[in-house]
């Protein structure tokens, strides 16, 4: 690390500096495991109540996040995301940390992998079954990038979820939207693929026709509020009609 922090790119050759960048690489491979490592110790190996990593059901650790939050400079939700991922690598898989650790993944890797597996593991599948899964990704992850790696799992994983942990994962479907500042408002959705493009379509064409003309969108009414409040008005108008075009 030293070596690499007291070099000057500019007098290297092309090659060196292709070596060097692979170096940064593993460099911070390690500090993701290493600074799991950390958070762990200081949030400790489980909450209250266990729960899996990427559920969306995560217990709260209100003291350790507070802590974190406020070294580090980054929101509560953050901070616990931050825990929850650490304890995942550190305690649930270490063999992930490991493998960071040795630098032969990336931090985008490992989460792809721990949420490609949640499923198995919220289903009850063996974790004899989980590690050899987690094992093959890491393996595969060495020379592949994150979005091969991303369907590479999910061909894998496929083949051992439960017949009814399939059948839900086709039927539920929701779509939630949520305001933001700024006029913007949030869309979190699962819907199936042919939909999905529809819906990406629908939204596609109701922007650019905003931006091609003057006139307002038809159901979007002209009201005396302040310009921000009119913007996210209109974003509400668009997506509920990209929505009934469902």
Not at 101 to 116: D, W, Y
Not at 132 to 157: C, D, M, Q, S, W
Not at 164 to 191: K, N
Not at 231 to 240: C, F, M, N
Request: with cysteine; net charge negative.
């Amino acid at each position: 690390f030293l070596n690499i922090a007291n070099c000057d790119p500019y007098a290297l050759t092309r090659s060196e500096r292709i070596e060097i960048l692979a170096s940064i690489k593993r460099i911070q491979s390690w500090l993701t495991a290493f600074n799991a490592t950390v958070i762990v110790t200081l949030a400790g190996l489980s909450t209250d109540e266990s729960h899996s990593p990427y559920s969306f059901e995560y217990e709260v650790d209100e003291s350790a996040r507070e802590e974190i939050s406020a070294q580090l400079h980054m929101s509560n939700n953050t901070a616990q995301r931050e825990i929850d991922f650490s304890r995942a690598i550190t305690v649930e898989n270490p063999e992930i940390s490991r493998a960071l650790a040795l630098g032969e993944i990336s931090r985008l890797h490992a989460q792809i992998t721990l949420e490609q597996v949640a499923p198995l593991q919220k289903t009850g599948v063996d974790s004899t079954i989980i590690t050899a899964i987690v094992n093959r990704a890491l393996g595969y992850a060495e020379l592949h990038t994150p979005a091969e790696l991303t369907r590479f799992l999910k061909k894998l994983t496929l083949d051992h979820l439960p017949e009814q942990a399939l059948t839900s994962d086709q039927t539920d479907r929701f779509l939630r939207i949520w305001p933001e500042g700024h006029g913007m408002i949030g869309i979190a959705g699962r819907i199936d693929a042919v939909t999905g493009t529809k819906a990406l379509a629908a939204l596609d064409a109701i922007i650019e026709s905003s931006r091609n003309t003057a006139t307002p969108l038809v159901g979007e009414r002209e009201v005396a509020r302040s310009e921000e409040h009119t913007s996210e008005l209109q974003s509400h108008v668009r997506i509920s009609y990209a929505v009934f075009c469902l």
